[in-house]
């Protein structure tokens, strides 16, 4: 069990699944050549999320849904996969994305939801956590804080210092989504976890997903 399941209880996950009026979600990214990247990685977040919130999930059964989806493509893409609580598959194909600029400008505010919000741990269709903080922030990606100030991830994005020779990212205890871009680079070195607060952001810093990369970012006030 990793950090993010051992955050959520048990009253916390009933909770969740009996009024759940989401879909588990995954957004992923397709290339002509390679497939769909970190594949094993989503799969693995959705079988856990499913698992947790108590959703149906057949592992096998998404996998071919995805290769039938993607069989013909010739272009990269951006891939959504939505399962809902009863196991049901929607697969949605969209052009790729990439970050608008070369250097983002990102704000920083604090969380509007507690740190057990199961939200915060599941890639879910129920977006309003991140919705408000993008209003408040007024910038295209805003990173939050959680009530005792410590950095979280961003609202489609996590978050990485660089520190020597190895990128920090916040841990999966300050309540925040295990995202896939984020295990892949712990699990090869690139990266570990670590506190942040706001003032670690000054020098610069990198906010990335699996689905458009990596990309440079700098702190700018609310609003900015």
């Known amino acids: 069990m990793n950090g993010a399941q051992a955050i959520l209880s048990q009253a916390a ?17 397709f290339d002509p050549l390679d ?61 790729h994305r ?27 269709t129920d977006r309003s956590i991140y919705r408000a903080a993008l209003k408040a922030g007024g910038t295209y990606e805003v990173l939050m804080t959680d009530a005792s100030g410590f950095l979280t991830e961003g609202c489609f994005s996590s978050i990485f210092v660089e520190r020597g020779d190895r990128l920090v990212t916040p841990p999966l205890t300050r309540g925040l989504l295990p995202g896939i871009l984020r295990r892949s680079l712990i699990e090869q070195g690139h990266a570990v976890e670590g506190d942040l607060r706001p003032y670690d952001l000054e020098n610069g810093f990198y906010i990335g997903n699996a689905s458009r990369g990596m990309v440079a970012a700098q702190k700018v006030a609310v609003g900015g």
């Open 13 to 29: 996950a009933a909770e969740a699944r009996d009024g759940a009026r989401y879909d588990l979600m995954e957004t992923m990214a």
């Open 35 to 95: 497939g769909v990247r970190l594949l094993d990685l989503h799969m693995d977040r959705l079988a856990a999320s499913a698992a947790a919130l108590g959703f149906a999930f057949d592992r096998h059964g998404a996998r071919n849904e995805l290769q039938a989806a993607t069989f013909r493509l010739r272009v990269p893409s951006r891939i959504r996969m939505l399962v809902s609580p009863r196991g049901s598959v929607a697969i949605e194909v969209r052009a």
């Open 98 to 124: 990439t970050w608008p600029d070369a250097i983002m400008r990102v704000a920083v505010v604090r969380c509007p939801a507690p740190a057990d919000d199961p939200r915060l741990m599941h890639k879910t």
